[in-house]
DNA sequence: GCCAACGTTGGC
DNA sequence: GCCAACGTTGGC
């Protein structure tokens, strides 16, 4: 399984709308930039990734499993290239991880969120994965 | 609110 | 195909 971390600006879409929204899933729009669309296209279902608030919080908030596989984004015109996927929410942080936090771990210094911080779709190595689901409580 | 970083666009 | 101009993201 592949991880990944995918930023919301909470104004935008947040957390708690995404555990709203259910079992189901809901389909993550509004992506346009190629790098992060080629990360959508390589998600498969059941791959799982952290929920990022930026700019109102900067802190990871929750998971999100991969419930349905890239598709057209509906929200670009009809002769674009953009996709979604669908993902629900699984569970929040106990205690959410800030960025502040996550810059100051070394072993975390390499992680796509911070090297480059404008992309908005990106992989995480699953050693990353594992210490900041320590970090933020779960095991 | 500012501005650095960086992706995209368009003229040549 | 290069690169300057421009727009956007996102941390501070």
Redo the contacts with the bound molecule.
């Keep these: 399984m592949a991880y990944w971390l995918m930023?919301s600006?909470p104004d935008a879409w947040s957390w708690d709308q995404q555990v709203k929204a259910g079992g189901k899933g809901t389909e993550w729009t509004?992506v346009?930039?190629?790098?992060a669309r080629k990360n959508l296209m390589t998600m498969k279902k059941g791959d799982r990734g952290f929920f990022?608030h930026?700019?109102e919080g900067?802190e990871i908030v929750g998971i999100v499993e991969i419930v349905k596989e890239h598709h057209p984004d509906p929200t670009a015109g009809k002769d674009e290239p953009w996709v979604v996927v669908d993902v629900k929410a699984v569970e929040p942080m106990p205690q959410p991880v800030k960025?502040?936090v996550i810059?100051k771990e070394a072993k975390l210094k390499d992680m796509a969120?911070i090297?480059?911080?404008?992309?908005?779709v990106q992989p995480v190595t699953a050693d990353e994965w594992k210490a900041i689901c320590k970090m933020g409580g779960l095991k």
């Design positions: 930023k600006e509004g346009r930039n190629f790098t990022y930026s700019n900067k960025l502040e810059k969120l090297k480059y911080s404008r992309l908005s």
